[in-house]
């Protein structure tokens, strides 16, 4: 239950941390560690070289503009949740916020820190899926803005190569008259999900769906876009019957095996039923918006 | 056929190490640690602060919650050359120096919000934390539930610290 031997460095520039991170083999980065330290505790993770970001003023911060919300690298979870602007320009975010851990944990962690972690069962991950946001990594040789859709590979994998650092990741803002939700099914509070879904819904003016985004985690190896369900829902009128028939089709978004908190015909289950309950409320956060 | 008996074991450990300073209880501490040392264990084995507890190890428990710059964390997830250039609180710095408690641990007296006391260092330092940062206090049922959700308690039952931080906002004025 204590970490192995490691080197630790905290440069102050970013330059410098991206040379340490090329030129170590087995180095690791170091945000806020509520994810990296459990890892090291346990011995899953054994850096030959630990790089701590805290020192570097550029990774500090949030910044609302320009139609989205780019978080720096050092921003704890609880900046971005009690971030006025940033709630303003996206509601959902605080939202799912309230389930990532607990408070002492969201006041260390890091938000970048949990995308780059990549837990499949994890909210920011999803929130980002959901957006279609999108992460910027640097290294030696620049930097490149990388989709969500192309960023969450695999269980605690993302494309992130082994030179590069995230620095930034950008939340898109909520569009206008968009209504939004979110809901998670934990045995206890705090967990990670069994199987949780975000969307994000607009209403035309005939009252039917112009626009229906759903994303769930827990369901599969990464955070996953419920493109049969979105497409069953848009241009309906979102009865019942349509709801019902796009819970169905989001069921074959499950390819997570049974463990030992629920089989795959349970996590179906759920995920259906979640679909129906957040495409809801979702519609009705759209309405009120609108008018 | 066992392991042979060392004739003595190395004093000195071959980890890297690194000079932290920091404020820990309003104290200037400065120390060289190993790097790999947990700020939980630089409290209790550097500092000889037992206050606060360690029970899990990986963030699940709350036994291990200190205040870093006035924000609660769990110390067994924070490295102690990560707590350089803080300022850390502990169990140890909460009552008046005369003795007086803490409205937050009065509370706990008086509600009878604690049985073997392993877990209360870590509820202590985790209530005045959110008693310090937020204003107004929520105090419905749900919101004290929440507060508490990352802070288990094997012996209590819960109720009676729910009912310890009612009586921590009276004792406070902030109910």
Not at chain 1, 129 to 137: E, K, N, P
Not at chain 1, 174 to 195: K, P, V
Request: hydrophobic content about 45%.
């Amino acid at each position: 239950m204590k970490p192995s031997v490691f080197d630790y460095a905290s440069p102050t520039t970013l330059d410098e941390a991206v040379a340490l991170l090329a030129g170590h083999d087995g180095a690791m980065i170091l945000a806020g560690g509520q994810s990296l330290l459990p890892s090291m505790n346990f011995r899953l993770a054994a850096p030959s070289l630990l790089i701590d970001l805290k020192r570097i003023d550029a990774l500090r911060g949030i910044v609302v503009a320009d139609g989205e919300i780019r978080v720096r690298a050092m921003a704890r979870h609880r900046e971005l949740e009690l971030d006025a602007a940033a709630h303003r320009a996206n509601p959902l975010i605080r939202a799912v916020m309230a389930h990532v851990a607990h408070v002492p944990i969201r006041n260390r962690g890091t938000v970048v820190g949990s995308l780059c972690h990549a837990d499949a069962a994890a909210e920011m991950p999803l929130v980002l899926t959901l957006l279609d946001g999108t992460v910027v990594a640097r290294s030696a040789a620049g930097e490149r803005v990388i989709p969500a859709a192309d960023f969450f590979l695999f269980h605690m994998t993302t494309s992130r190569t082994a030179e590069e650092i995230v620095v930034e990741a950008r939340f898109p803002a909520l569009a206008a008259g968009a209504g939004w939700a979110f809901n998670e099914f934990t045995r206890r509070h705090g967990d990670y999900a069994i199987a949780a879904v975000g969307a994000v819904v607009r209403l035309g003016p005939d009252g039917r769906a112009s626009e229906v985004r759903l994303a769930a985690c827990g369901v599969s190896s990464r955070p996953v876009r419920l493109a049969a369900a979105e497409a069953a829902l848009v241009g309906t009128s979102l009865d019942a019957a349509e709801l019902e028939a796009a819970g169905q089709a989001a069921e074959g978004a499950v390819t997570a095996a049974d463990d030992m908190h629920a089989t795959a015909a349970y996590r179906r289950h759920l995920l259906a039923t979640l679909v129906k309950r957040t495409v809801a409320e979702a519609a009705a956060r759209s309405s009120g918006r609108a008018h | 056929m066992s392991p042979r008996i060392k004739q003595s074991i190395p004093l000195t450990s071959d980890d890297p190490t690194a000079r932290v300073a920091l404020t820990v209880n309003g104290e200037r501490v400065e120390r060289t640690v190993s790097v790999r040392m947990l700020l939980s264990d630089f409290l209790r084995h550097e500092l000889g602060l037992t206050g606060t507890h360690v029970g899990c190890e990986h963030g699940v428990c709350g036994c291990c919650t200190v205040q870093i710059d006035g924000s609660a964390a769990r110390s067994c997830l924070t490295l102690a050359v990560q707590a350089d250039g803080t300022s850390v609180k502990t169990i140890e710095s909460v009552a008046q120096p005369d003795g007086t408690l803490h409205p937050v641990q009065q509370a706990f007296q008086d509600c009878h919000g604690l049985q073997c006391g392993f877990c209360t260092p870590g509820m202590v330092m985790n209530i005045v934390s959110r008693f310090e940062e937020e204003t107004p206090l929520d105090l419905s049922d749900e919101a004290i539930r929440e507060m508490l959700s990352g802070n288990l308690c094997r012996c209590t039952g819960y109720l009676n610290i729910i009912a310890a931080v009612r009586r921590a906002a009276e004792l406070a004025g902030r109910a």
